[in-house]
């Protein structure tokens, strides 16, 4: 009768168990079921649906294969990682706790840990090392985790705290976090988003069981940091050279203390994550058809050499001796936007051109304008072409043609392309030349002339 009894209490437990963990599935939003890593040297991403157990890969030649299908229920919600030294992937509970280990040669799942579901920390970002774990950040249970913890395969499979010689950075208004490999062994990088801001720290003597951060930099953005940002449970493939990998098209650089961005959303739109992609090249996982919610099964992924990658400084250090300044010089130039605007806005003008030897004499309706510089020249003569064609929208790739035989670094073009645009427009009086996405293809840039 005992037995009947245990066995009973046993199974029920397991069934509400199970409905738990459906229920919990079943509320995930379709964008956030799937958990993406990368094999950097083979350019492959693997995909895992939690919904479903549904194991997938996608390679540089675009094809989704199916390579396995696990037991979810018994899974839940995780995230995973993959191990390069041992063509496996790490699957740890979102919340942290369990950790299991799938071999891709063998197709078999094993368990590490002799712990349990945490489920304390949601959103956590770690750094893997082989099958150990380091892990910060996360919420759960009503309030935000705000400690550095660790797991130890070898060492029991537990979970351990790490303390801190100083308090932890915190923030209520978190967007995103990551932690990322420093430039020692000891040392690690604490990337923390608020309020429009990045706030970034260095982290170091964590196999003592103690830890202390160094602020090293304050940066803000100037688009919204507020919306989706990709997060990265597992930042290992994620340094390319001296540049860690943030988000969309951003990087930091902890030896400049520097923010730059890499030029990349100029060839993709819509970047979910950049990895390293073996010698001398970077993975992008990119969506390739322009949408509002774009599914990370769609996802794509391309090879491309780190010499095409520009590495431009953006300048939004935040220095609070100068907010006023700052506030200043934005009122004044809004109004100079104004009224230049006001005045220059509908202003519409026939071109036509003159070569004279080595320079180009622009005529329009009520001014005459010289270029002679070669650049110039040769963007204008490709943009009058069109113009007399009867049209006013020119390919952005067309443009590069000025740039052929002249010895001029791939990677610089879009930088001296913005320059010579921008020197054209300053020699006129107004915006002649405006760079936009296409109306027809969102993945494409044009520029339009104003006639």
Known sequence: MFVILLVAML????????????????????????????????????????????????DISDSLKL???????????????????????????????????????????????????LRAFFGFSGYADGTDILAIGGEGEFIRRNQLIEFRSEDGGEWW??????ALPSNQKLSN??????????????????????????????NTLKSSYNKVGEFEFEFDLEEELTPISFSNYNSIEDYQYLFKDYFYSLANNQIYISGLLDKYDLIYGIYEGGPDSVLVAFWDTPSLSPLPLD???DRVAITEMEFIPVNNKVSKTSIYVFLFILILSILILIVFKTVYGKRKIALNIELKEDVLILHSKNTQVVLDDLFQINFM????????????????????????????????ESRRRKKIIDSINNKVGYALLTLKKDNYDNRKKVITVTI
């Open 11 to 58: 199974s029920i437990d397991s069934l509400y168990y199970d409905l738990r963990v459906k229920k919990e599935l079943d509320n995930t939003p379709e964008a956030n079921k799937i958990s993406v890593t990368a094999d950097p040297d083979n350019g492959i991403l693997y995909l895992y649906d939690y919904t479903s157990g549904h194991l997938y890969n996608r």
């Open 161 to 166: 705290q790490i303390l801190n010689s100083d």
């Open 299 to 301: 996802l794509k992924v």
């Open 381 to 412: 003569q490709i943009v009058i072409n069109y113009i007399n064609k009867g049209t006013n929208t020119i390919p952005l790739e067309t443009l590069s043609e000025i740039f052929n035989g002249l010895n001029i670094d791939k990677s610089n």
């Open 177 to 206: 976090y990551q932690l990322s490999k420093g430039n020692t062994d000891n040392e690690f990088l604490y990337f923390m988003i608020a309020d429009n801001m990045l706030h970034t720290y260095t982290l170091s003597n964590k």
């Open 67 to 117: 390579i396995d299908t696990l037991n979810y229920k018994f899974l839940g919600q995780v995230v995973i990682h993959f191990v390069n030294d041992k063509n496996a992937i790490l699957i740890v509970d979102s919340g942290l706790g369990r950790v299991h280990l799938y071999d891709l040669n063998n197709r078999t799942l094993s368990r590490l840990d002799e712990s349990y579901i």
